[in-house]
């Protein structure tokens, strides 16, 4: 553990001093000399980073960047405002007061009613019609039903604002996002561990025959019902370690692992961690091998906002293990 633990830290400074000269190259940092406690001779040569190993930090430095304008986009987790639940019936919504749901954001005072049936969601007009310039799916604002499962629910637009009923528990539920939202405009970046190519591991993978649903709670108290197809098998800290990923899409293309680490307690959000993987190289059917890079896990929506509908950790990914890779929490 202690001669790991050591092996670990000598590489991550040298990964840290080659990501800084990557970026220097790039143009993302000032070209200047690195000084190190332990920095060699000025007339010795630093040891150079192999190709193979060159092409994962700048992929992981893009990918890192890239998730950075996802997460202060126009659209991204940190313009949610407001999760509000719909009772049966109708539901006026707007910015004035009296609406069953108030929009707290720049936005007309009567959107619309939201009329919640058994198996449905309406969109009728309020009196007077809809406000000029809505727009549902890109297209003016007209009654009728909306969808409310899969992939792409209907988005209810009107400039910066986009409202989504959203079907959760066997409740609906009413997503609100304002593009000019206070927690936007104040954004500031993120936190990362600096890279260590020690979480960049070789895990086996068993399938599970036949595949089983996984239970996954969720921030509202709820279930998921997701499939797992197996388990990925890895040895960290000399420890032998288990974690069972789900699909978000039965034809996708990804692995979704959802787990949390002993890094909760001071350094990650303590709710949880989420990791996309590719699938093994036999496929999902078959045992095999798979990489799984925890330097990529990325903060739930519910590191930003507390609007957010998240899934947490099965007690089969709730390792007492610190992974110190990966995102950090976030500062408001």
């Not at 800084?20 to 190259?25: P, V, Y």
């Not at 797992?228 to 098998?233: D, F, L, Q």
């Not at 899409?249 to 979704?256: A, I, M, R, V, W």
């Not at 507390?306 to 995102?327: Q, S």
């Amino acid at each position: 553990m202690t001669r790991r633990l050591a092996q670990r830290k000598r590489l991550t400074k040298l990964y840290a001093l080659n990501l800084a000269i990557l970026l220097a190259g790039w143009g993302l940092l000032p070209a200047r000399p690195a000084v190190a406690q332990d920095a060699p001779p000025a007339n010795s040569t630093s040891p150079a980073v192999s190709a193979p190993d060159a092409q994962w930090l700048q992929d992981l430095a893009a990918w890192r960047a890239q998730r950075e304008q996802e997460i202060a986009a126009p659209d991204g987790w940190l313009t949610l405002v407001g999760l509000d639940w719909l009772k049966p019936g109708s539901n006026s919504v707007g910015a004035a007061e009296g609406n069953q749901v108030r929009v707290r954001a720049q936005a007309p005072d009567h959107i619309g009613l939201l009329v919640v049936g058994p198996n449905a969601v309406q969109l009728q007009a309020p009196p007077g019609g809809f406000p000029p310039d809505l727009l549902i799916d890109g297209k003016p604002a007209q009654e009728g039903p909306l969808v409310v499962e899969g992939a792409k629910p209907s988005t209810i637009a009107w400039h910066g604002l986009s409202l989504v009923v959203l079907s959760r528990g066997g409740r609906y539920a009413l997503r609100i996002k304002d593009a000019a939202s206070p927690a936007r405009t104040a954004f500031h970046g993120l936190n990362w561990y600096a890279p260590d190519p020690l979480y960049r591991i070789q895990a086996q993978w068993i399938p599970y025959t036949p595949p089983h649903i996984e239970k996954i709670p969720t921030v509202l108290g709820t279930t998921l019902d997701l499939p797992s197809p197996g388990v990925a098998v890895f040895t960290l800290y000399d420890k032998t370690l288990r974690l069972e990923p789900v699909l978000e899409d039965p034809q996708g293309k990804t692995l979704f692992f959802i787990l949390r680490d002993q890094t909760r307690y001071e350094t990650t959000y303590a709710a949880a961690r989420y990791l996309h993987a590719g699938l093994p190289d036999h496929g999902l059917d078959q045992p095999g091998l798979l990489t799984l890079d925890f330097n990529r896990l990325e903060n739930p929506p519910c590191a930003y906002t507390p609007y957010a509908t998240c899934p947490l950790p099965p007690v089969f990914n709730r390792l007492l293990v610190p992974l110190e890779a990966g995102e950090k929490r976030y500062a408001h």
